[in-house]
């Protein structure tokens, strides 16, 4: 009997708003790393044809540049798009025992709330623009203006409002 080959896929992608200011810190060695949750929400109608929702946490971590990025650009409320892939990890309480924890291990964060960048002026001035940024792990990312809602149908429109 042949062995079945199962695909290595790994890969996640979320959109929700942030549940609480998110968490940075260095590790030892001076590596950026940021945590936070967001709160995803899906809507569905029930058997008796009511709107209802459901409410899934998810943990956050980014590292290196994307962390410092999130640091200066995300607090509580802001909602963002992670692409990313799932990860484990576990520690000792203090009580002892064995935790674990499952968490989106971010490759790419897209900010879906408007904020103000600077166009070669300072941000106190009145000469500035509002753009979407799609922040990547990768050093060298590239700031895109791009919306979420352009994806939704009219029908998804209706109802995120």
Known sequence: MSE?????INYVVIAGNLTKDPVYRQTTNNTPVINFS????RK???????????VCYIGI???N?????CRD?????????VDGELQTRSWKSEEGFIR???????????FLNKHPK???SDIGSENYSYEDEILSEEENFDFTEDSFDKFLSNEESDLLK
């Open 61 to 63: 971590v980014a590292w």
């Open 73 to 81: 650009w995300l607090k509580k409320g802001s909602a963002v798009l």
């Open 38 to 41: 967001i709160a995803s929400n």
């Open 100 to 110: 674990n924890i499952i968490e989106i291990k971010a490759r790419k964060i897209q």
């Open 44 to 54: 569905y109608k029930n058997g008796e044809n009511h709107w209802q929702e459901e």
């Open 65 to 69: 540049r994307l962390a410092e990025n």
């Open 4 to 8: 079945l080959k199962m695909p290595e």
């Open 118 to 120: 600077l166009n070669g």
